[in-house]
């Protein structure tokens, strides 16, 4: 798996992965990631270095924004962490571990980085990617709500963290 920096001529690409992800999560009933993300959101993922995408064959198959900070999520404190955001898997993909190997390869960036904990988020009610997510050592830390990306609605979601070794 190669994983390179995503650019701002990968946003048509991330849109079709959520939208993708997006219609799926609504015939299992979830609401998560049912609300477009801006395409500005995209693209200052990339200015700032934190939109990372897997390619194969010249597409794009798989996503994920990593950050160090996320303030409109997680309560302040002073624990070097890595966020992970938007991690998304092409669906012809799906089963083929891509998803955990991303994760993996966050892990290992955080912790050259110097972190000492990688978090992220899911909706509240998406039992199999909190199962996914638990299965790799991440533990649920408590649930919040969250604004969708217009501010029109509130979102139920849990948290998870995972502590990486010294």
Known sequence: MRVRAGTT????????LM???RRWLHEQSID??????PDST???DAERGHFFVVERHGAVI???TVADEDDETWPADDV????VHRLAVDSTHRGDNLGGRLLSWVEVRAQEAGKQVVRLDCAADNPGLRRFYEARGFSHVGD???????????????????????
């Open 9 to 16: 001529g990968d946003v048509d690409a991330a849109q079709s």
């Open 19 to 21: 939208g993708s992800a």
């Open 32 to 37: 998560q990631w049912q609300d477009r993300v």
């Open 42 to 44: 995209f693209e200052k």
């Open 62 to 64: 798989a996503m994920v």
């Open 80 to 83: 070097p962490a890595s966020y």
């Open 144 to 166: 919040s709500s969250v604004s969708d990306p217009t501010g029109a609605r509130s979102l139920k979601i849990s948290l998870y963290e995972k502590r990486l070794d010294a």
